[in-house]
Nanobody, 126 residues
């Protein structure tokens, strides 16, 4: 069974940085689109960033453009999310997601991803 395991969350002050990692147990996921989503209490899960297999296609939510950077290392089956200039409104559970081999559709919709990690909490204090 495919597993995605996130790490790197924590508690930081506004303006600080964190780097999230997502390790996939199945190397075949490295050929698929992978993304990061976040969900705050009482809110819907929202798109943060996504990256294609080659890294040639990268997408960001407007709210994180210029502050967050997504990258991947296919040799390690790992996707990263570097988060800089963090704001209190970035506080949420962050989830890694991957598409299966037959999935398609908009990269920003959670329903178009087949595999999910358990999430890692990011808390930003003012």
């Amino acid at each position: 069974q495919v597993q995605l395991v996130e790490s790197g969350g924590g508690l930081v002050q506004a303006g600080g940085s964190l780097r999230l990692s997502c390790a996939a147990s199945d190397g075949t996921l490295s050929s698929n689109l992978m993304g990061w989503f976040r969900q705050a209490p009482g809110k819907e899960r929202e798109f943060v960033a996504a990256i294609s297999w080659s890294g040639g296609n990268i997408y960001y939510a407007d709210s994180v453009k210029g502050r967050f950077t997504i990258s991947r290392d296919n040799a390690k089956n790992t996707v990263y999310l570097q988060m800089n200039s963090l704001k209190p409104e970035d506080t949420a559970g962050y989830y890694c997601a991957a598409r299966g081999p037959y999935s398609s559709g908009s990269y920003y919709r959670p329903r178009n991803y087949d595999y999910w990690g358990q999430g890692t909490q990011v808390t930003i204090t003012s």
